[in-house]
């Protein structure tokens, strides 16, 4: 049994902070070990590594003089390096002035450019790379869909289900199903196929080619529930089927799509199947702003399932130059959307209510611990792309300012004057704790 199973799915308040302390936590790590090990082998000298703020819990000193702790506020982390003048950087003027000329080389700000440099961005790079390796270990480990349509494991549904384990899908109503991996044809193919809840299959089965039935290729199936959607706030489980809404019956996915698209928001009355039992759910659809092909958004109404066919494809394991660039894609995507939805929330086009704060994450934490081990390591995938590209951000106390300071210093030769930072970290500080505050406001505001 998994650990994360013990979660409820929408659990109380102590497993949610224990499931966002934890993939805070790792990401934190890896981000300031990037800073630390880059630190440490460009020649400057780490102090302290410290998991968390506040008073020290714990902490050793390694045999090159390294303190490493942890913290009892587990919100965070750093690394300072000698000369530093606290955990945000600073110069420590004293420090400095007792150091010999070798000494200072291995300070932070005494360093060569190119050391200051490779040692700030490393911090983001590896949030980066975390997430390449996760997203690269989850494609290898569940694999790509099989060619030809093979079917894996049967999906428990209340319809007929003639389909057997190891069926290759020969047709589905005299049709030849596309490669899985062609959304546009996958997409034709499905729209060309009879609106009924049984469909003719041919299958080869054993190197014979036999008749079957079937349900529905795309059912109304639950296969996940998305984090703080309402279907979660209902109580939905993966696995549920929804067999009528409002008293109507769906047997297609699409089906199920269309009714919640054309909601307008009102509360919609289902009647879901779960293992044998039918239960009635009522929840209320909200506002999603989604991204489009175009690099715009578009706004729907969603109940925040995931759908699926009617059984799980079975599965081959791609190699790993295939499973790697998946994972680089899936990192590239993550960014391209964060950083078109940042800006279409700035000029007005989507709802500012999209940008979510802490309360907003830990909750997003707790609800995808509750659906195991995978979705949680996946989501801590996500989140630490976005705080990599969050610390590039060109704003003062940010890793991307540091590393807009350092190329001013490259340009002109000398690096901003004291009084400059000061300014400009103020700045940048305010501008942070600002978002911060917006972003808990929304958490604590919108629907």
Not at 148 to 169: C, F, K, M
């Amino acid at each position: 049994m998994e650990l994360t199973s013990l979660i409820p799915q929408f659990g109380g308040l102590i497993w949610t902070l224990i499931a966002f302390v934890i993939a805070l936590s790792v990401i934190v790590a890896i981000h300031e070990y990037g800073h630390y090990i880059i630190g440490k082998w460009s020649g400057i000298f780490p102090e302290v590594f410290s998991l968390g703020f506040g008073p020290v819990l714990f902490s050793r000193v390694d045999k090159f003089g390294t303190k490493w702790q942890f913290a009892a506020l587990p919100f965070g982390g750093y690394v300072k390096f000698r000369g530093d003048s606290n955990a945000s950087g600073g110069v420590d003027e004293d420090t400095m002035d007792a150091l010999t000329a070798e000494e200072r080389r291995s300070t932070m700000n005494g360093a060569p450019l190119w050391a200051r440099t490779a040692t700030v961005a490393a911090g983001p790079l590896f949030n980066f790379a975390l997430s390449i390796i996760i997203f690269t270990s989850v494609f290898m480990f569940r694999g790509v869909v099989a060619e030809p349509l093979t079917v894996g494991e049967l999906r428990t549904l209340p319809a007929q289900q003639e389909l057997q384990s190891g069926d290759v899908i020969v047709q589905v109503e005299g049709k030849a199903p596309p490669a899985f991996d062609d959304p546009v044809a996958y997409e034709a193919f499905m729209k060309a196929l009879p609106q009924q809840p049984q469909l003719n299959f041919i299958v080869e089965r054993a190197g014979q080619e036999v008749a079957v039935e079937g349900p529905y290729v795309y059912p109304p199936i639950a296969t996940q529930i998305a984090p703080r959607s309402a279907a979660g706030d209902a109580g939905m489980q993966a696995g549920d089927v929804i067999l009528s809404i409002d008293g109507q019956e769906i047997f297609a996915f699409d089906q199920l799509k269309q009714r919640v698209e054309g909601s307008e928001g009102a509360t919609l009355a289902l009647e879901v199947w779960r293992n044998g039992e039918i239960l009635p759910i009522d929840l209320t659809p909200k506002r999603v702003d989604e991204p489009q092909p175009d690099n715009t958004f578009k706004t729907f109404y969603r109940i925040g399932i995931v759908g699926g066919i009617a059984f799980e494809p079975a599965t081959e394991t791609p190699g790993f130059g295939e499973a790697f660039m998946s994972g680089t894609g899936q990192v590239w995507a993550i960014m391209q959307g964060s950083i078109s939805g940042l800006w279409h929330m700035a000029t007005g086009s989507i709802s500012t209510c999209n940008l979510s704060g802490p309360i907003g994450i830990a909750e997003t934490s707790g609800d995808m611990a509750s659906q195991g081990t995978a979705s949680f390591i996946w989501f801590i995938a996500v989140l630490s792309t976005a705080v990599g590209l969050l610390n590039l951000f060109p704003v003062p106390v940010l890793d991307g300012g540091h590393l807009v300071f350092y190329a001013y210093e490259a340009v002109s030769g000398r690096p901003p004057s004291p009084r400059a930072l000061q300014v400009l970290m103020s700045i940048g500080l305010t501008l942070i704790l600002g978002l911060m505050v917006f972003a808990l406001t929304n958490d604590l505001f919108c629907p």
